[in-house]
Structure formats: structure tokens, C-alpha cells
């Protein structure tokens, strides 16, 4: 099976969980408490056990290279998108431009990169996460409020998944083993990121009208930069740059082509701006990236194959 169609069939059933997400809030199952839950427990707890999964490999000293370089990448793609909202967004569209530069890496990226890649290309989608999370609690705070005042570069490097980053990486440069128990166990966890998230996002457009969702020009502006533009403008800097790693490209290809993060209603809601508009575009983008993803995904294989 060729990626493009793994790609397909995980968003199928990305889909159906989403379904049951929305399906559990309709009928009174899922509360609004449960979903605050379930982010909670995603956030600070299944996604630090799986990077800490991604890094029980053995030592290589070309695969920190190889991180690094990761990282250096994702932070031009992102400076990349920072540049173009200041062409194509207006001054006071603060959340359009969150939304627009931040992807879904951990919910939609990582269980993509686990079904293609396997926990190899998690390990590289970890330097990605590391450079959007600090991206998200310094510049993102700023375009979100306006205020520098507010940016707290100690939040973003105590974060969970920092805190998992760092634990991962001691077990990987001193090659302890985890228990066979332990290891068995964060496995089991692992599997949660997934189904767990999907239900999360489907209860979201649950506790949405679904009419407001696909009833505003300026989040289908966002949407289309989010999946379409900003997606082959990080393919072609992937292709001019001299980086001939496959798995690195594909990590960096889906995380540039994943649906608005999250964070865009959380830090609005935070920070005093509109949550409800977030959470529409993180909806929005989400649905639509059903279509987009593949396409985007199949265009950068053909690119880098």
C-alpha cells in the first residue's frame, strides 16, 4: 500500500472517530467536563508518554544530528508563515494569523506519523513540536494579544511536552532500558493519542452551530492558507533546501499540512480573544483537511520520492 492510501484510510478513520466524538456529545454521553478531561489528560500526560516512546531507540549520534536539523528546518518554515501574515492578513486578525501559522502537529500529526512512519518519524516530529510549541508561547501570544508583555518564553520550555522531550532524551543518550512492564505500558498509552483526540475534536463540533462553522469568508480565508497555501509554500522550501532525508521531508510535510491547532481557541479564550471564532476555524480546518491532506501529502511524495 502506497502512502498516499495509508493517508486515506487513516483519514477515514480519523473521520469515524470524529463521528463518534460528535455522536457521544449529542446524546448527553460526553459532557462539556469530559472533554475539558480528556484535554487534560492528551495534553499533560499521552503526549510526553509518546515522545518519550519515540526516543527508545538505539543511540546514534547521526539521529541528534538529524533532530537538530529537524528543528532548524521547522523553525524557517514557521518564520516563513510569520512573514506572509503580515501580506495577507490585516493588523487586527490576531486569531486568523494564530490559526493560519500553527498546525495541528500533536493531535492530527503525530497519529499520522505513527500509521506512515512509525515512532522513527515521531522521533523527528518531536523537533518540530519543540520549535512550534516555543513559536506558539512567544510569537503566538504576541500576535494573539498584542502585548510582549504577556510572552513567558518559561512557559513554553516547562510545557508537558518539553518535560517529555527531556525525559526522552535522557533515556536515549544514556541508553537505560525501560522496563519491560513500563515500555509495555506506554505502549498501551500511546494508542490512546488517536481515538481520544478524534472524540475530543468531534465533541467540539458538537457543542458547535454548524451553520456559523461553514458561515464565515474570513475562516475559509484562514482555512485556505492553513491547508492549502502554507502547506506548498513549506513544500517548495523543503525542495530548495539540500535536505535528502525522505523521512525527515514526509515528518515536515505533514506537520505543515495538519489542520489549525488547538491552541488557536485555548490561547483565544486565555488571552481574551474571540474562542468561539477559534474554535470555528480549528473546525473548519479539521473537516476540510480530509480532502486536503492527501492531496498535499501525495504532491510533496512525488516531490521527494
Known amino acids: 500500500m502506497n502512502i498516499t492510501a495509508i493517508i486515506i484510510e487513516q ?29 487534560g489528560i492528551l495534553t499533560k500526560y499521552i503526549t510526553p508518554i509518546i515522545l518519550i516512546n519515540s526516543f527508545t531507540q538505539k543511540f546514534e549520534s547521526n539521529q541528534i544530528n538529524l533532530l537538530l536539523l529537524t528543528m532548524g528546518v521547522s523553525l524557517l518554515l514557521l518564520i516563513s508563515r510569520a512573514f506572509l501574515n503580515q501580506f495577507l492578513f490585516k493588523k487586527d486578525q490576531r486569531i486568523d494569523k494564530f490559526a493560519a501559522t500553527f498546525s495541528n502537529s500533536n493531535f492530527m500529526g503525530i497519529p499520522l506519523v505513527m500509521s506512515v512512519l512509525g515512532y522513527e518519524g515521531v522521533f523527528f516530529m518531536t523537533g518540530y513540536m519543540v520549535v512550534s510549541t516555543t513559536f ?80 464565515s469568508k474570513a475562516a475559509y480565508w484562514t482555512t485556505a492558507l492553513r491547508l ?56 473548519l480546518s479539521t473537516l476540510l483537511s480530509i480532502i486536503t491532506l492527501p492531496i498535499n501529502i501525495t504532491i510533496a511524495n512525488a516531490f521527494f520520492s
Open 11 to 39: 483519514m477515514g478513520i480519523m473521520f469515524l472517530l470524529i463521528f463518534f466524538g460528535y455522536f457521544l456529545m449529542k446524546k448527553n454521553v460526553l459532557t462539556s467536563e469530559g472533554t475539558q478531561q480528556i484535554a
Open 136 to 215: 506558539q508561547w512567544t510569537y503566538g501570544i504576541y500576535t494573539v494579544t498584542g502585548d510582549k508583555r504577556m510572552v513567558q518564553l518559561r512557559n513554553a520550555l516547562l510545557n508537558p511536552a518539553f518535560i517529555g522531550l527531556y525525559v526522552g532524551l535522557f533515556f536515549y543518550l544514556t541508553q537505560i532500558p525501560l522496563p519491560y512492564v513500563v515500555s509495555q505500558t506506554f505502549n498501551s498509552l500511546s494508542s490512546l493519542n488517536t481515538p481520544l483526540a478524534m472524540i475530543l475534536l468531534g465533541s467540539y463540533i458538537a457543542n458547535s452551530h454548524l451553520w456559523d462553522i461553514f458561515n
Open 228 to 283: 492549502i497555501l502554507y502547506p506548498l509554500v513549506g513544500t517548495l522550501i523543503l525542495q530548495l533546501l539540500p535536505l535528502d532525508n525522505y523521512l525527515i521531508l514526509m515528518v515536515l510535510t505533514i506537520a505543515s499540512a495538519a489542520p489549525s491547532a488547538i491552541n488557536t481557541a485555548l490561547f483565544s479564550q486565555i488571552y481574551g480573544g474571540d474562542y468561539q471564532y477559534g474554535a470555528r476555524i480549528v473546525i
